[in-house]
């Protein structure tokens, strides 16, 4: 079966492997890709000379196209008295791992919304495609994408989002559901989440767009996957289905929360980054349970101090304060190298 997302990017299967930032790599992605699928990597934790590097060695490693992903998240507006009162939140916590706070939030992640030197590292590398979080970047920046030949992807968690999306004249339409590990596409964080299942999602925007959708969220295996295209998607992409594969940077307290009962409890969070994302309900979401919204500092501050603890912790022998991030299908995940696990998906679809 060839769908649109085949076509464009010479692909022998309608798969995308999700790029999450910290756990994909460039082995992951390129073990992905030249199995038949699409292998992504993600920069959107990394500077441009860091994404440099990253970028040169999956294409080292495979012949085959990759997605290199970038976050849009809007520039951040500091707020002192926020900061330190969310500091102060912690302190204690940091001490009981024989820590101090950091003095300060820091913005420990770039936004590609007007950084020119990163968007002079995609045309020079030209990956195959470019997908984009959080939002869209300017139309000057798509335009330059698209007249190097790079295919692009825009993640929407909403019918209105995917509209931004088309009318942007981006290529392909990430459907996002709630059931996805990781963090929510979310353009604007003031607006109410509907919480789109990827089932409803998928449909509700092949109803406002022609622009062909990827659906993500909730598959874990080639039933999903046949589902999905049945409904009319271009493509499905997994995340979660690939974090236990050796190739990925996944750490070992990370592999073995995803191998327990655990993996059945995963919640909807904003105190570990600044924005919603749903993890393994650890540690770190019980302790912030409770923690009002607007108290809560924008992404990516509030991150730089989340993977702080999550380090002082995890010295002290607690790793429940990592971004485990997961999807609802948790407990569906399977421990296979990469390219094993894509034609173990591509042969269940099939059977279907």
């Known amino acids: 079966m060839k769908t649109t997302l085949c076509t464009r990017l010479n692909l022998q299967y309608p798969l995308v492997q999700a790029p999450m930032a910290g756990v994909s790599t ?3 992605a390129a073990a992905v890709s030249n199995a038949g699928a699409l292998g992504s990597i993600s920069v959107g934790a990394s500077t441009p000379e860091q994404a440099e590097v990253m970028i040169g060695k999956t294409q ?3 012949a085959g196209p990759i997605n290199v992903n970038v976050f849009c998240h809007p520039p951040v507006q500091r707020d002192a ?3 330190q009162a969310w500091i102060q939140r912690f302190a204690p916590l940091f ?3 024989g820590a101090e706070p950091p003095a300060e939030l820091s913005e420990i992640y770039q936004t590609f919304q007007d950084n020119a030197r990163m968007l002079e590292v995609l045309l020079t590398l030209r990956p195959a495609a470019v997908s984009f979080h959080f939002g869209i970047p300017s139309a000057a920046f798509i335009a330059r994408l698209k007249a190097h030949g790079i295919v692009t992807f825009a993640s929407a968690t909403t019918p209105e989002e995917a509209s931004w999306i088309a009318a942007s004249q981006i290529d392909f339409i990430v459907a996002q559901g709630i059931e996805a590990g990781g963090h929510r596409g979310q353009f604007n964080l003031q607006d109410d989440d509907r919480r789109l299942t990827t089932f409803t999602l998928l449909q ?3 109803r406002v767009t022609d622009v062909p959708v990827i659906a993500a969220g909730g598959i874990m295996d080639g039933a999903g996957m046949a589902a999905m295209l ?3 998607a271009a493509g499905v992409q997994m995340g979660t289905a690939f974090i236990l594969c050796p190739e990925s940077a996944a750490n070992q307290a990370y592999r073995r929360s995803l191998q327990s009962p655990q993996a059945a409890d995963t919640v909807m969070v ?3 980054s600044g924005r919603p994302a749903r993890c393994i309900n ?3 979401c019980r302790f912030t349970r409770d923690v009002a919204q607007d108290s809560i500092p924008p992404y990516p501050l509030t991150y730089a101090l989340g993977k702080a603890l999550a380090a002082a912790a995890a010295a002290q022998g607690e790793p429940g304060f990592g971004a485990q991030w997961a999807g609802q299908g948790a407990t569906l995940a399977r421990e296979m190298p990469a390219a094993q696990l894509v034609q173990t998906l591509v042969a269940e679809w099939q059977a279907g």
């Open 81 to 83: 008295a926020l900061e």
């Open 204 to 206: 509700a925007i092949r």
């Open 230 to 232: 049945k409904l009319g």
């Open 60 to 62: 080292a490693l495979t």
């Open 95 to 97: 001490r009981q791992y």
């Open 282 to 284: 650890n540690a770190f």
């Open 26 to 28: 460039p082995e992951l």
């Open 270 to 272: 904003s105190a570990i």
